[in-house]
């Protein structure tokens, strides 16, 4: 029997596809031991994040040019380096210092509301590539798409919406977000269906093909 599933429509349009979804970010190794040359991989991971949004940036244009361009320099920040190495001066790993200390930034963004909440996903994204630099793993992204397909998320950073193979993007659905954010800005830029805050979508197996309605706020 079909399900409805209802959320936010932020770009219009009508995309039936089975679901993909986007990976969860590499967690840091448990108990990972501190290293005696954590500051220098810490900085080493946020310059590669740097430089990676940066030329993801010239790739893009318009508003996904402007935020990749903006996100990359908060990566660039000192205050994400100085937070971590706070981190690191209690004797946690580079992973888990990057990680505990990006929560803590997110966090305060998250409760400046909602119009601040775009922030706290960047700032989320930044740690997410930083702790896979750091491990030597691949940076967190949509998975190649063979075929279209309707996109899940708990949300999107604008690197991952900026790098998915578009042709083969027919819809989004993200469990946050929000009107304003990103995922909706860039969807409607690019004219892709998205629905977001469709928490419920979290239940859907990867595979499932689902209708999404961007304009309406309904996935079936």
């Known amino acids: 029997m079909a399900r409805t599933i209802r959320g936010i429509g932020v770009s219009g349009g009508f995309a039936v596809a089975p679901v993909v979804r986007v990976a969860a970010p590499v967690p840091p190794p448990d108990n990972e031991p501190a290293a005696p040359d954590a500051e220098a991989q810490v900085q080493a991971a946020f310059d590669a994040v740097a430089s990676e949004l940066q030329a ?22 000192p205050a994400l380096l100085t937070a971590t190495e706070d981190e690191l001066a209690k004797g946690k790993g580079p992973a888990t210092a990057i990680n505990d200390a990006i929560a803590a930034i997110a966090g305060l963004f998250e409760g400046m509301g909602e119009y601040y909440a775009d922030r706290a996903t960047d700032i989320r994204g930044i740690g997410a590539r930083a ?15 063979t075929r279209p397909s309707v996109v899940v998320a708990r949300d999107l950073t604008p690197a991952e919406t900026v790098g998915m193979d578009l042709l083969n993007v027919a819809g989004i659905v993200t469990m946050a977000g929000g009107r304003t954010g990103h995922t909706a800005i860039l969807a409607a830029q690019y004219g892709i269906p998205a629905v977001v805050q ?11 093909v689902v209708a999404v309605d961007g304009t309406r706020g309904e996935i079936t």
């Open 198 to 208: 469709a928490g419920e979508i979290a239940e859907v197996r990867t595979g499932t």
């Open 131 to 145: 702790v896979a630099a750091v491990l030597g793993r691949p940076a967190p992204g949509v998975p190649v798409l």
């Open 56 to 77: 993801l940036a010239q790739q893009a244009d318009g508003y996904a040019r402007d935020v990749l361009s903006a996100t990359a320099l908060m990566a660039g920040d």
